[in-house]
């Protein structure tokens, strides 16, 4: 099991960006996927965009395709996602989170095994 710890959340106003990061804290060499998700109150959680962590290789939701970007360091095995030209749609709890297969579209929680606690973004228009 990995534990994941998500960091750089905060509120921003529309327009404006903000870059998120997740820390592994144990060995990441089963996994094969990342990903961010986000959930916003009432609303069930959603795959933002996932990295095949050998290849590189990037899926991204419709919603953010175009403003946000994920990318991983392949040294610490650290992932982040800079999102960008934020709207308010875009507040909620994002999540950081771990496959040990291969990456799948759509992006579901169902497919990712390790979850981090999350950090909340906030988009004031």
């Known amino acids: 099991q990995v534990e994941l710890v998500e960091s750089g959340g905060g509120s921003v106003q529309a327009g404006g960006s903000l870059r998120l990061s997740c820390a592994p804290s144990?060995?990441?060499?089963?996994?094969?996927?990342m990903g961010w998700f986000r959930q916003a109150p009432g609303k069930e959680r959603e795959g933002v965009a996932s990295?095949?962590?050998?290849?590189?290789?990037?899926i991204y939701a419709d919603s953010v395709k175009g403003r946000f970007t994920i990318s991983q360091d392949t040294a610490d095995k650290s992932v982040y996602l800079q999102m960008n030209s934020l709207k308010s749609e875009d507040t909620a709890m994002y999540y950081c989170?771990?496959?040990?297969?291969?990456?799948?579209?759509?992006?579901?929680?169902?497919?990712?095994?390790?979850w981090g606690q999350g950090t909340q973004v906030t988009v004031s228009s």
């Open positions: 144990h060995n990441m060499y089963s996994t094969n996927c």
């Open positions: 990295i095949y962590t050998r290849s590189g290789g990037t």
């Open positions: 989170a771990a496959a040990l297969w291969t990456c799948t579209w759509p992006i579901v929680p169902s497919s990712f095994t390790d």
